[in-house]
């Protein structure tokens, strides 16, 4: 089992990857997968369409923007994992939040089912790599990244937006 200590990411990232404790990255993706299905139960539906201030997300937009987020890194580690060093663009979170149409066109039950589906999707990728394609240092968003960062990331992402929504919007 590789060590955090082997994480290649930005610092910009490591605010996420500290959320997650060292660990087996496979069993640290599927708690946090059951512990943000859980918590995504326990919201009520009447605030998933609130933002706490003018020109925030709503809770609904948050989730939107964890599946498309997830999407990213995920396919970040699959070209990290395959060697490929070829460097990856950033993206736009605002543009992506404002043009995804989460909000009045995508219903609560449809988004968490997607999440669902995603999730699994990154779950089943990072059980197919070994030591070797999680060490290898690829470039995203102008950064040197390693797949290994991207399974601390992922799942530490989402416990970020799980303070957040918990802190500003519950």
Not at 43 to 70: F, N, S
């Amino acid at each position: 089992m590789l060590s955090k200590s082997e994480i290649v990411a930005g610092e910009f990232y490591h605010r996420y990857i500290q959320n997650i404790e060292e660990g087996d990255i496979n069993k640290n993706l599927k708690k946090n997968t059951r512990q943000f299905k859980k918590f995504l139960k326990e919201i009520p539906r009447k605030k998933v369409d609130r933002a706490y201030a003018e020109g925030k997300w709503t809770i609904r937009e948050i989730l939107q923007h964890l599946i498309d987020a997830e999407r990213v890194f995920s396919y970040r580690a699959l070209r990290f994992a395959r060697k490929d060093g070829t460097p990856l663009p950033g993206f736009d979170e605002n543009t992506w939040a404002r043009t995804a149409g989460a909000a009045g066109r995508r219903s609560w039950d449809d988004l968490q089912e997607e999440f669902r589906a995603v999730r699994k999707s990154t779950e089943a990728l990072f059980a197919s790599m070994n030591d070797d394609q999680l060490q290898f240092v690829g470039e995203a968003s102008g950064t040197a990244q390693n797949a290994l960062a991207l399974a601390y990331l992922i799942p530490g992402h989402v416990v970020h937006h799980i303070r957040v929504i918990k802190e500003r919007y519950l």
